[in-house]
């Protein structure tokens, strides 16, 4: 079985910075797609960011020119640079590895 462990959520202020970190339990050198989703209670989790063979990278449009997503191959850890973040940013985050695992999730809480 695969584990997958978030860190790096927490309170930022509007306008703040988090680095998300997602670290699995076995080699992702060959994962084929790694992602990150986030949910607010009471709506559907959406994709947030996704890399495909290790380099091919999509965002959902809101996070678009904000959030990084990028993987360390010899820490097999993924992570979700969120720059400037905004209220609307406020979610549980969740790291997804192909085919169907999923951590834990860490909570962003972006407020004034």
């Known amino acids: 079985q695969v584990q997958l462990v978030e860190s790096g959520g927490g309170l930022v202020q509007p306008g703040g910075t988090l680095r998300l970190s997602c670290a699995a339990s076995r080699s992702i050198a060959n994962i084929y797609v790694m992602a990150w989703y986030r949910q607010v209670t009471g709506k559907q989790r959406e994709l947030v960011a996704r890399?495909?063979?290790?380099?091919?990278?999509d965002y959902g449009e809101s996070v678009k020119g904000r959030f990084t997503i990028s993987r360390d191959n010899t820490k097999n850890t993924m992570y979700l640079q969120m720059n400037s973040l905004k209220p609307e940013d406020t979610a549980v985050y969740y790291c997804?590895?192909?085919?169907?695992?999923w951590g834990q999730g860490t909570q962003v809480t972006v407020s004034s």
């Open positions: 890399i495909r063979y290790g380099r091919i990278t």
């Open positions: 997804f590895m192909s085919s169907n695992y």
